[in-house]
């Protein structure tokens, strides 16, 4: 009986620190960098908002972050990005309003583009087309405009 408590007591011990170091794992942060190719001026900034879930994709951004262009280009480093699947959106900002401008029926008249290389057909980008993983093995993506 008291080698079937000690092993008890082993036994939780070591599914407490297992389940303790899993939890440490999902609060892991990066620092990831988009970097943004092919803007067709410097006038203006870029916009880049970062959604963590797949019903907020479009809707509702977790993280938001703007460049200047510089010869078409732009990066912008998002700091403590929690590991995990993410999708990215942004649209060059050209009258520096802080908005997408759209046209009829919502059709973006600025230029926007996504991770992956994400493109709506008849309607926006698709949340899985657009998903990356964010980790410490994965800290950047390219996004042409």
């Given at each position: 009986?008291?080698h079937l408590l000690?092993?008890?007591?082993?036994?939780?011990?070591?599914?407490?620190?297992?389940?303790?170091?899993?939890?440490?794992?999902?609060n892991?942060?990066?620092?990831?960098?988009?970097?943004?190719?092919g803007l067709?001026?410097?006038?203006?900034?870029?916009?880049v908002?970062?959604?963590?879930q797949?019903?907020?994709?479009?809707k509702?951004?977790?993280?938001m972050?703007?460049a200047?262009?510089?010869?078409g280009?732009?990066i912008?480093?998002?700091d403590?990005?929690?590991?995990?699947?993410?999708?990215?959106?942004?649209?060059?900002d050209?009258?520096g309003?802080d908005?997408?401008?759209?046209?009829?029926?919502g059709?973006?008249?600025?230029?926007?583009?996504?991770?992956?290389?994400?493109?709506?057909?008849?309607?926006?980008?698709?949340?899985?087309?657009?998903?990356?993983?964010?980790s410490?093995?994965?800290?950047e993506?390219?996004?042409?405009?």
């Open positions: 009986m008291k000690s092993l008890s007591a082993i036994l939780f011990l070591l599914s407490h620190q297992m389940y303790a170091q899993g939890t440490s794992l999902c892991e942060t990066t620092s990831f960098t988009v970097h943004l190719k067709s001026s410097d006038e203006g900034s870029v916009k908002g970062l959604y963590d797949k019903d907020q994709w479009l509702q951004v977790y993280k972050a703007d200047k262009i510089l010869d280009a732009a912008v480093v998002l403590s990005v929690p590991n995990g699947t993410y999708g990215i959106s942004c649209y060059h050209l009258n309003n908005t997408l401008d759209t046209k009829y029926f059709i973006p008249s600025e230029p926007y583009a996504c991770s992956n290389g994400a493109v709506g057909r008849f309607g926006p980008p698709a949340w899985v087309d657009a998903k990356l993983i964010i410490a093995e994965h800290t993506t390219n996004i042409q405009f």
